[in-house]
């Protein structure tokens, strides 16, 4: 199994930018072959994905994040992060990290294979 452990989420202004992290673990864990990336879910919606990345840097984003919110990772760490800039209150939601072998990162909820607990993120207006 894999262990994924989320942070950063906070109370921020529109417009602010913030960094989420995700710190992986567990047997399973492969950073040359896991990729991994964030998905969302507001309050009373679906969870929907924002982000993904392949080990080698390789990125996929939802359309409504891209040029705002940028994935990284660092293999060594095991860790993956999440730029979100120019946030607005539509953003707001508990942020999960995610993990999964295949690529293109699957997009539906129900197939991916690994989940974080999430951490929460509000943006006031």
């Known amino acids: 199994q894999v262990h994924l452990v989320e942070s950063g989420g906070e109370l921020v202004q529109a417009g602010d930018s913030l960094r989420l992290s995700c710190v992986a673990s567990g047997r399973a864990l492969n950073p040359y072959t896991l990729a991994m990336g964030w998905f969302r879910q507001a309050s009373g919606k679906e969870r929907e994905f924002v982000a993904a990345?392949?080990?080698?840097?390789?990125?996929s984003y939802a359309d409504s994040v891209k040029g705002r919110f940028t994935i990284s990772r660092d293999n060594a760490k095991n860790t993956v992060y999440l730029r979100m800039n120019s946030l607005k209150p539509e953003d707001t939601a508990v942020y999960y990290c995610?993990?999964?072998?295949?690529?293109?990162?699957?997009?539906?909820?129900?197939?991916?294979?690994?989940w974080g607990q999430g951490t929460q993120v509000t943006v006031s207006s």
């Open positions: 995610a993990a999964d072998p295949r690529w293109p990162f699957p997009k539906p909820r129900t197939d991916i294979d690994y």
């Open positions: 990345s392949r080990w080698n840097g390789r990125t």
